[in-house]
Antibody, heavy 119, light 107 residues
Framework: EVQLLESGGGLVQPGGSLRLSCAAS????????MTWVRQAPGKGLEWVSG????????YYVDSVKGRFTISRDSSKNTLYLQMNDLRTEDTAVYYC????????????WGQGTLVIVSS | DIQMTQSPSSVSASVGDRVTITCRAS??????LAWYQQKPGQAPKLLIY???SLQSGVPSRFSGSGSGTDFTLTISSLQPEDFATYCC?????????FGGGTKVELK
């Protein structure tokens, strides 16, 4: 059974950093593309970042480019999102999702981890 | 960036009703469109990918159609567990983008 478990969220001041983790089980991370999607309180879904199956392609929404970095550790079967220079508008529940085959759509999702950026 | 316009933003319906939700893209997606269902406090659940392919385990009352810029999600006979928010997502190009969502409420 595929499971994704996010962790690392919390309260951080503007300008601070957090690293989110997404521990995968039931499949090998390197077998699928992976994405991070966020949802601000009471708002819709926003795609944040993705990493290709091969790992040589990383993609970001413009609002996080230069601040966020997606990566993975195959030995730990874990996906990461390093978030630097956090802003209040980054406050959201962050989900990791496993892509569906050749399509960049979320076939399986974690339960999410809440990031609050506030002074 | 590709803009996704979803309508309506909400719909009131009864159990057994047929419900149709539309999504329009600002550029040609071919068939690069997915539909999700999300309930409060839960992660999204993939229903449809490639515009019309039913995700494994999803009831057949859900169907998707369309290509290019205009897409539709249809629930043929609404069930109590279907009251939720539905959202489309384009998978054609980065950045991936979502529609604003349609809340299906009990009439």
């Amino acid at each position: 059974e595929v499971q994704l478990l996010e962790s690392g969220g919390g309260l951080v001041q503007p300008g601070g950093s957090l690293r989110l983790s997404c521990a995968a089980s039931g499949f090998t991370l390197t077998s699928r593309s992976m994405t991070w999607v966020r949802q601000a309180p009471g708002k819709g879904l926003e795609w944040v970042s993705g990493i290709s199956r091969s790992g040589d392609g990383t993609y970001y929404v413009d609002s996080v480019k230069g601040r966020f970095t997606i990566s993975r550790d195959s030995s730990k079967n874990t996906l990461y999102l390093q978030m630097n220079d956090l802003r209040t508008e980054d406050t959201a529940v962050y989900y990791c999702a496993k892509a569906s085959g050749d399509w960049w759509v979320g076939e399986s999702w974690g339960q999410g981890t809440l990031v609050i950026v506030s002074s | 960036d590709i803009q996704m316009t979803q309508s309506p933003s909400s719909v009131s319906a009864s159990v057994g009703d047929r419900v149709t939700i539309t999504c329009r893209a600002s550029q040609d997606l071919s068939r690069g469109l997915a539909w999700y269902q999300q309930k409060p406090g839960q992660a999204p659940k993939l229903l449809i990918y490639a515009a019309s392919s039913l995700q494994s385990g999803v009831p057949s009352r859900f169907s998707g159609s369309g290509s290019g810029t205009d897409f539709t999600l249809t629930i043929s006979s609404l069930q109590p567990e279907d009251f939720a928010t539905y959202c489309c997502q384009q998978a054609k190009s980065f950045p991936l983008t979502f529609g604003g969502g349609t809340k299906v409420e009990l009439k």
